[in-house]
């Protein structure tokens, strides 16, 4: 049914940038919440970032504003994760999200029914 898709992970060294992507399929309504969320070894999973599509309001955990920057694409129905200053902390598997229609966003795991397959981000110092 729904599908997410997740591209742009890879290795950098501190100070360092990556963008990921998020192709979704089979989800075409206007209005819901779409997230990043990342999760490092023995850590539990965390929210970085949200964006309600209807009204393009955005969201970010404190560690990462001023360095991230999420955003989307509604003709190819995609979301995006600029990730700029990287540094070692940020290093985790990164998970793209998808709510329900007219929900508004959260960063609690249990209000996303849908998620990608992971994509790993590694910073070295």
């Known amino acids: 049914q729904v599908q997410m898709v997740e591209s742009g992970g890879g290795s950098v060294q501190a100070g360092g940038s990556l963008r990921l992507s998020c192709a979704a399929s089979?989800?075409?309504?206007?209005?819901?919440?779409m997230g990043w969320f990342r999760q490092a070894p023995g850590k539990e999973r965390e929210g970085v970032a949200t964006?309600?599509?209807?009204?393009?309001?955005?969201y970010y955990a404190d560690s990462v504003k001023g360095r991230f920057t999420i955003s989307q694409d509604n003709a190819k129905n995609a979301l995006y994760l600029q990730m700029n200053s990287l540094a070692p902390e940020d290093t985790a598997m990164y998970y793209c999200?998808?709510?329900?229609?007219?929900?508004?966003?959260?960063?609690?795991?249990?209000?996303?029914?849908?998620w990608g397959q992971g994509n790993q981000v590694t910073v070295s110092s």
């Open positions: 999200a998808a709510g329900l229609p007219d929900e508004f966003c959260t960063f609690e795991t249990e209000a996303y029914n849908y």
């Open positions: 089979g989800y075409t309504s206007r209005s819901y919440c």
């Open positions: 964006i309600y599509t209807g009204a393009h309001y955005t």
